[in-house]
């Protein structure tokens, strides 16, 4: 015989083995993502539940039912790693087995892994229900409701002073050897998942390989984020610029002409978003305000009709309406039966067609915009709703919050708002 029989020969013999070794992997697929099914649905439940009832009693069951998911999963991520990659020519098969290769907190011992969970579900519930003593009042102050108002609303510079340095001491000394501990676990997982540490297994989330002209790397992404900051930059220092010499009108005798903006100014607890500060720092005092919390309270908006209309939003762009069980299992508001909940807003894909937002929604702008970004990664979460478990998440997390905040700056529009009734017909829109 001839050396390319032989050859052909081979070829034939590598092509059945892949062939094989794709069917195997596409049978332990299907296994996996209908047991991860239930699975998840039942640890996502659990952790609803604490979120929106903070109990000892709801600890331990979320405690219970994200150990059942975590020796599931590492299970299985040990199984994936059987296959090789390289014999998976299924670009949807391969991407999925690399998803589940990646051994995410089960790279972990039993041990530390559960240490890591009790960690995040103790700093949870400080965040979540540390109160400060309010001198002037003596009632005490959580930070959803209650400290943040002092943050959005006060011009008191020193009530402001209180509230900042009141809920770190309260809170962050508790959270603080917590938090240490948390640090050091997660670097480890991150190791032990081959990345340097936590913030480079963080990057990771944003690498693509083997998509041909659409590879992206970690090094490109801090490449891109220095240039965009760059670009950025220039308008930033004048934009800094001009709020601190608001500033100096409103609180003269605290603020340095050429210093740094003190944090507990800028209207909300982390000095994240300047939005509370658009009644100080307006360039055109006698222009109409874009600011609707007045007219929503006048018009005796809740947070029901915030959501309903957010849901028409979406609608109007063809995309579709929020399912009955969001209505039926979402916390919009929050509770008035004394129960401890989470606050702070976030979009809940549990699965099994299961959307949910935990919101504890005030009759505001902020609000309402904060409404539609929430529903935007609901809208997201119903888009890839039909694919396999292993598939159905964001492209990277960068992409859900670009989804989320679109809408938002789409409903900041003034033309949105006046076919609301929020905006009077004639408000000048500028160019």
Aim: charged share 25%; proline share 3%; with cysteine.
């Amino acid at each position: 015989m001839t050396g390319s029989f032989w050859l052909l020969l081979s070829l034939v013999a590598v092509t059945a083995a892949q062939s094989t070794t794709e069917e195997q992997a596409k049978t332990f697929l299907e296994k996996f993502n209908h047991e991860a099914e239930d699975l998840s649905y039942q640890s996502s439940l659990a952790s609803w539940n604490y979120n929106t009832n903070i109990t000892d009693e709801n600890v331990q069951k979320m405690n219970e039912a994200r150990a059942k998911w975590s020796a599931f999963y590492e299970e299985q991520s040990r199984m994936a790693k059987t296959y090789s990659l390289e014999e998976i020519q299924n670009l949807t098969l391969k991407r999925q087995l690399k998803a589940l290769q990646h051994s995410g907190t089960s790279a972990l011992s039993a041990e530390k892994s559960k240490r890591l969970n009790t960690i995040l579900n103790k700093m949870s519930t400080i965040y979540s229900t540390g109160k400060v003593l309010d001198p002037n009042t003596q009632e005490c102050l959580a930070l959803e409701p209650g400290l943040d108002d002092i943050m959005e609303n006060s011009r008191d510079y020193n009530r402001r002073l209180w509230a900042w340095e009141g809920w770190r001491a309260e809170v962050g000394k508790q959270l603080r050897p917590l938090y240490e501990e948390y640090v050091v676990l997660e670097n480890e997982m991150a190791r032990a998942n081959n990345y340097e540490d936590y913030g480079d297994y963080w990057r990771g989330d944003y690498e693509v390989t083997g998509a041909g002209d659409y590879d992206y790397s970690r090094d490109q992404l801090m490449k891109d984020v220095e240039r965009t900051f760059a670009e950025i930059k220039p308008l930033y220092e004048q934009l800094h610029a001009y709020v601190r010499a608001k500033l100096m009108h409103t609180y003269p005798s605290y603020i340095s002409p050429t210093g740094c903006l003190p944090a507990h100014l800028l209207g909300d607890m982390w000095g994240r978003f300047w939005t509370n500060l658009y009644s100080l720092t307006v360039p055109f005092e006698h222009k109409p305000s874009i600011d609707v919390t007045e007219k929503m309270e006048n018009q005796s908006w809740d947070a029901e009709r915030i959501f309903k209309e957010a849901e028409k939003f979406f609608v109007s762009i063809s995309l579709p309406y929020m399912t009955q069980g969001f209505w039926d299992n979402s916390m919009l508001t929050e509770p008035g039966d004394g129960r401890k909940v989470v606050c702070h807003p976030t979009a809940w894909d549990l699965g099994k067609g299961d959307f949910r937002i935990k919101m504890c929604t005030k009759v505001t702008m902020d609000d309402f915009l904060t409404a539609h970004h929430e529903m935007g990664h609901i809208q997201y979460d119903m888009a890839y709703a039909a694919q396999p478990y292993l598939l159905r998440n964001g492209a990277n997390e960068g992409f859900h919050e670009a989804v989320g905040e679109i809408m938002s700056l789409s409903a900041a529009t003034p033309h949105y708002l006046k076919a609301l009734g929020l905006l009077a017909p004639d408000f000048h829109e500028d160019n």
